[in-house]
């Protein structure tokens, strides 16, 4: 059984996501197994506010060449999760301002 956090495992701190915070909406990576439901639930549970919406992307590896060899960085999964309006911030993101 997965616990949230197992489901939620960093924050992502890009400027288009800093964009968001003050429309309380967070970025978060998450576990490639996870679904939206899950993702409500952990963040629900971590951070103690209420989500209106989840938005999910997977995102491939880029290719990456040494040489002659050639590999790809990790796939990673982000969930974009909306509060809803009468929910108070994440603090964590709240800092970062």
């Given at each position: 059984?997965?616990?949230?956090?197992?489901?939620?495992?960093?924050?992502?701190?890009?400027?288009?996501?800093?964009?968001?915070i003050?429309?309380?909406?967070?970025?978060?990576?998450?576990?490639?197994?996870?679904?939206?439901?899950?993702?409500?639930?952990?963040?629900e549970?971590?951070?103690?506010?209420?989500?209106?919406?989840?938005?999910?992307?997977?995102?491939?590896?880029?290719?990456?060449?040494?040489?002659?060899?050639?590999?790809?960085?990790?796939?990673?999964?982000?969930?974009?999760v909306?509060?809803?309006?009468?929910?108070?911030?994440?603090?964590?993101?709240?800092?970062?301002?």
């Amino acid at each position: 059984m997965k616990t949230a956090h197992d489901v939620i495992i960093r924050p992502v701190l890009s400027e288009k996501s800093m964009d968001g915070i003050e429309d309380k909406v967070y970025t978060f990576e998450v576990a490639k197994t996870a679904n939206k439901t899950e993702i409500r639930q952990a963040v629900e549970e971590v951070f103690d506010v209420k989500v209106a919406k989840v938005n999910t992307l997977r995102t491939l590896g880029k290719i990456k060449r040494q040489g002659r060899t050639s590999g790809r960085t990790p796939e990673v999964k982000k969930a974009i999760v909306t509060l809803k309006a009468g929910s108070k911030g994440i603090e964590f993101f709240d800092s970062m301002r």
